[in-house]
């Protein structure tokens, strides 16, 4: 009867399949004791302490040792510990980039050697750059003295069949992993472990850091781990960047890169030789390729299937309509709880960058922090200068969460802190007045709001346009560091409200991030099912007040890829894993299909196929299923995620 089954958790994950629902109600029941649920309920200072007095939870325990800084390692950072303690430090590295238009495919090669006299698990925690989606992992001992990086004289690829092909070389014992769901991929590595036999893992993390588990780093042997990874580059101006960064105190660091079809240079210099510019210990932290004037680039190849995909990297050319603005302006930063580490990474390097780009203009500025109450920084207005915002800088990336969230209250503090209104918060209010309208009456009459979307999970932009488009100010979206300096700049200018986009040819097209607005400079990447029309191109349909306009953007020469199927996953992955648990399992079928590792989906190496079969992780199907339900289908018909919880005090 399931009534027996009341206030009772189910078996799901690796920690509870294997031991039932009653260790997994004795854990949901730990979970619900652990001290720091408090602050998020109660808040901070008198609540915390109210609640503290009252027996709730000790008020030591109520301190938050969390903070959301950026980890301070360079992409590429990577450290190797021991399960059972200890560390062994790398012994080479060689990266390889092959760079299509605005995306490169980077294949990370790392040598380790077990110099012990037993066999480890080997732990690593890499650091890779914001955006990035790993597709390929292998493992295996390897001699170092017969692996040479890719030259102009070899015969090279980052795709995964040249990469399957290169391993069953010079390798010794290695092996390839494949995608699977994180939980039952977990599982598998964790009861494969314990029978000492040779399994790996690969997890993604959060904010660019990934967590790979090998087993066994055999004694005396050296040890090779491949990851490949794509990601889009950087617009510098006119130009675009891919930053290299190396791994730091490696005698044997080599690098080499190809950018087919473009022009390019890179710092430190390197000669160009076949195509492909190779350095062997350069010198620097990091080796800068600068591909000079990209423009607009389209991709289109195939996936596994066999099935074309597009993607397209576009600047529309606007029309600026200049917004009158202020000398002054005044910053609010939702510091609660609830704020997950990505948007706040991007909101601690954009207010300090919209000060900077701003200067000529903005001569002063108030920040307030708040949660269930509001704080001023400095408690008082400060001068835009540069050394004021390094100051900020600094505070920024000290900051540490805590409370609940109350954007009412905190947009009634500023009524008094003249200047435009500049909002960073997710949008989820948990405290105070919860519904926008009953917000947005704290902002006084004609007094602008900007709000800054991420793209990313447990955001409410709806909450966020009401407030930004009824107080006559915009909504802009922000998805990483790239478009920080666009966005930077961007409430200089009246926006365009995009009401369509299509691409003639293409099918289940997605824009990253699924932004409202269209702002002078911005960027916007495109990907799509198909290929474009040679004659057709975007046509972007925009609405700014009662003028509306069509925009085409001509297709240029379309460039031959693979990046451009797992642009479209990747797009299709976030977008699925932000909808939440109803399209989890659609999710999934996206990652595995493209090979994204996410929040979703792992890469898992097993030793045999009969491992996979045993642990079930050789499912197929992926690709029919996928097929048959489109990313902007699926999410039309999904039912609309339900926000967390708001209720107002009594």
Known sequence: DACHYRGSWDPRGPWTVARGRVAATALGSLCLQVFYRYDRVF?????????????????????????????????????????????????????????????????????????????????LDLRLPDGAAPYYLAFGTAELARVEPPGATTTWGTDVATLHAASSGSWGHVLEARMAPVEPATEAFERIVSTARDPALLTWSGAGMFHLRVFPLLPGKQHRIVIAYEVDLTPVGDDAELLLALPQDLDDVRIAVRAPGSTWAAEPAAPLVGGVRTWHEPGADAVRVRIVKPGDCWLTGTDAAGRVHTAAWVRPDLQRVPREGGRRACFLIDTSKSVAAEPMQIWQELLPAILEANRDRLEAFHVGFFDMRTTWWRGSEIANTPENVAALRAHLAALEPGGATDVGQALAAARDKPGDLFLFTDGVPTWGAIQPEAVLAQVESGRPVFTYATGLEAEDRAFLEVLSERSGGSQFTVLGRADIPAAARAHRHRPWLIESVAVEGLEDL??????????????????????????????????????????????????????????????????????????????????????????????????????YKRHGLDETGHAERVTARPVGAALATATPRTPPVRKSPT
């Open 43 to 123: 808040g901070a200072g008198d609540a915390a302490r109210d609640a503290a007095k009252a027996g709730a939870v000790r008020i030591d325990m109520l301190r938050s040792s969390r903070t959301w800084k950026r980890g301070s390692q360079p992409s590429h950072a990577a450290r190797m510990t021991l399960a059972g303690g200890g560390e062994l430090p790398l012994d080479a590295a060689h990266v390889s980039a092959d760079v299509r238009g605005m995306r490169a495919q980077v294949v990370l090669d790392l040598f380790v050697t077990n110099s012990e006299a037993r066999q480890h698990e080997g732990v």
């Open 510 to 611: 997605l824009v990253a991030g699924d932004p409202k607005h269209l702002t002078p400079g911005q960027r916007l990447r495109l990907v799509g099912r198909g290929r474009p029309l040679a004659d057709g191109g975007v046509v972007l349909a925009l609405r700014q007040g009662e003028e509306r306009r069509t925009l085409s953007i001509p297709v240029t020469a379309l460039a031959s890829s693979t990046m451009a199927a797992r642009a479209y996953g990747q797009a299709g992955v976030v977008r699925l894993e932000a909808a939440g648990d109803q399209l989890t399992s659609l999710a999934r079928d996206y990652a595995t299909h493209f090979r994204v590792v996410r929040k979703t989906c792992a890469l898992v190496m097993l030793e045999t196929e009969a491992d």
